[in-house]
C-alpha cells in the first residue's frame, strides 16, 4: 500500500495487521487506538497529517515507522489544507460579545463531566448569539440533545488540537434543555430487575473515556435481543444518552448506588 500525508489511519490499520503497534510506538497519545470503539471513532476520519499534529511530531515518524511493514511513501503529494467552507452567513456576523465560549477539554481529561457547565452555558448564550464548545472529538450527543431545543450546530474540526462545535438557535425553542431525569426511570427498579432474571446482558463502561461510555451501550443495544435487558454499571446518569434511548423505543430505569456509582437498566418499551 502507498500512503501519503492524507492517508487514512483506518485505511492503514486495515492494510497490516502489524500497523496498529507501529503507530501506537509514535507516540504514547496514540495509546488510545488500543480501544477498538476509539478506532471506529477516531481513525477513518483521521489523516496521517492530522495525527501527526495530535501528537506533535513529524509526518515522517510514521513513514519511518509504516515503511519496515511494506508501505511504500509518496512524498510528493502535499497536505490537504482541510477547510470547512460552509460555515453558516449567520456565524460571520458576531462579534466576540456575541460569542460565550466554553473550553471543556480539561475537564474531560480531569475525568469530570462537562454537563453541568454546558447546560449553564446554554443559559448563559448572548441574545442572538453563539456558544462555541471546544472539545478534543465532536460532541455527538450533546448536538442531537440541543437540537431537540431549536439549536443548530456547526462543526469546525480543521484545527490540529481541537473542535469547535458552535450551537445557535433557527428558531424559538421551549428553553434550555433540562438535565433532569423523569422521576419514573428511578421506580420499580427491583421489580423490573426481577423480571429480566435470567435474561441480562452486562457492560460496566466506567473505566472508559468520553465519549465510548455512550457508544458502547448504543452498540450493545444494536444486537440485543428484544426479550433481554442490558444491565450497565456507570459513573453517573448519561443525560446525552437518555433521549437517543427514548428515540430507538427503549425504556430504562435508573438506580444510584454512591457518588459516582450508578446503575442502568434498558429494555425495550
Given at each position: 500500500?502507498?500512503?501519503?500525508?492524507?492517508?487514512?489511519?483506518?485505511?492503514?490499520?486495515?492494510?497490516?495487521?502489524?500497523?496498529?503497534?507501529?503507530?501506537?510506538?509514535?507516540?504514547?497519545?496514540?495509546?488510545?487506538?488500543?480501544?477498538?470503539?476509539?478506532?471506529?471513532?477516531?481513525?477513518?476520519?483521521?489523516?496521517?497529517n492530522?495525527?501527526?499534529?495530535?501528537?506533535?511530531?513529524?509526518?515522517?515518524?510514521?513513514?519511518?515507522?509504516?515503511?519496515?511493514?511494506?508501505?511504500?511513501?509518496?512524498?510528493k503529494?502535499?497536505?490537504?489544507?482541510?477547510?470547512?467552507h460552509?460555515?453558516?452567513?449567520?456565524?460571520?456576523?458576531?462579534?466576540?460579545?456575541?460569542?460565550?465560549?466554553?473550553?471543556?477539554?480539561?475537564?474531560?481529561?480531569?475525568?469530570?463531566?462537562?454537563?453541568?457547565?454546558?447546560?449553564?452555558?446554554?443559559?448563559?448564550?448572548?441574545?442572538?448569539?453563539?456558544?462555541?464548545?471546544?472539545?478534543?472529538?465532536?460532541?455527538?450527543?450533546?448536538?442531537?440533545l440541543?437540537?431537540?431545543?431549536?439549536?443548530?450546530?456547526?462543526?469546525?474540526?480543521?484545527?490540529?488540537?481541537?473542535?469547535?462545535?458552535?450551537?445557535?438557535?433557527?428558531?424559538?425553542?421551549?428553553?434550555?434543555?433540562?438535565?433532569?431525569?423523569?422521576d419514573?426511570?428511578?421506580?420499580?427498579?427491583?421489580?423490573?430487575?426481577?423480571?429480566?432474571?435470567?435474561?441480562?446482558?452486562?457492560?460496566?463502561?466506567?473505566?472508559?473515556?468520553?465519549?465510548?461510555?455512550?457508544?458502547t451501550?448504543?452498540?450493545?443495544?444494536?444486537?440485543?435481543?428484544?426479550?433481554?435487558?442490558?444491565?450497565?454499571?456507570?459513573?453517573?446518569?448519561?443525560?446525552?444518552?437518555?433521549?437517543?434511548?427514548?428515540?430507538?423505543?427503549?425504556?430504562?430505569?435508573?438506580?444510584?448506588?454512591?457518588?459516582?456509582?450508578?446503575?442502568?437498566?434498558?429494555?425495550?418499551?
Open positions: 500500500m502507498t500512503i501519503n500525508p492524507n492517508t487514512k489511519i483506518a485505511a492503514i490499520l486495515k492494510a497490516h495487521p502489524d500497523a496498529l503497534e507501529a503507530i501506537i510506538s509514535i507516540n504514547k497519545k496514540f495509546e488510545k487506538l488500543r480501544n477498538p470503539l476509539m478506532r471506529k471513532l477516531m481513525a477513518g476520519r483521521t489523516s496521517i492530522m495525527a501527526s499534529k495530535i501528537a506533535g511530531v513529524k509526518v515522517d515518524s510514521f513513514y519511518e515507522k509504516l515503511k519496515p511493514l511494506g508501505f511504500e511513501v509518496d512524498d503529494v502535499e497536505a490537504i489544507v482541510e477547510k470547512n460552509s460555515v453558516p452567513g449567520f456565524l460571520h456576523k458576531l462579534t466576540d460579545k456575541d460569542i460565550l465560549v466554553l473550553d471543556v477539554r480539561q475537564t474531560i481529561e480531569e475525568d469530570r463531566d462537562p454537563l453541568p457547565d454546558i447546560m449553564n452555558a446554554v443559559k448563559a448564550i448572548p441574545p442572538n448569539g453563539a456558544l462555541k464548545i471546544v472539545n478534543s472529538f465532536e460532541p455527538t450527543p450533546l448536538i442531537k440541543l437540537e431537540k431545543q431549536g439549536f443548530a450546530a456547526f462543526v469546525d474540526d480543521a484545527h490540529e488540537d481541537a473542535v469547535e462545535t458552535w450551537f445557535y438557535k433557527e428558531k424559538a425553542s421551549a428553553g434550555a434543555p433540562s438535565a433532569d431525569v423523569d419514573t426511570a428511578k421506580e420499580g427498579w427491583d421489580s423490573m430487575l426481577a423480571k429480566y432474571e435470567g435474561r441480562l446482558e452486562t457492560t460496566d463502561v466506567r473505566e472508559l473515556p468520553m465519549p465510548l461510555p455512550m457508544h451501550i448504543l452498540e450493545l443495544l444494536d444486537t440485543l435481543p428484544e426479550d433481554k435487558a442490558l444491565f450497565v454499571e456507570h459513573k453517573r446518569i448519561p443525560v446525552f444518552l437518555l433521549p437517543e434511548l427514548r428515540e430507538r423505543n427503549f425504556d430504562y430505569r435508573i438506580k444510584e448506588i454512591t457518588d459516582g456509582h450508578v446503575q442502568l437498566l434498558i429494555f425495550k418499551d
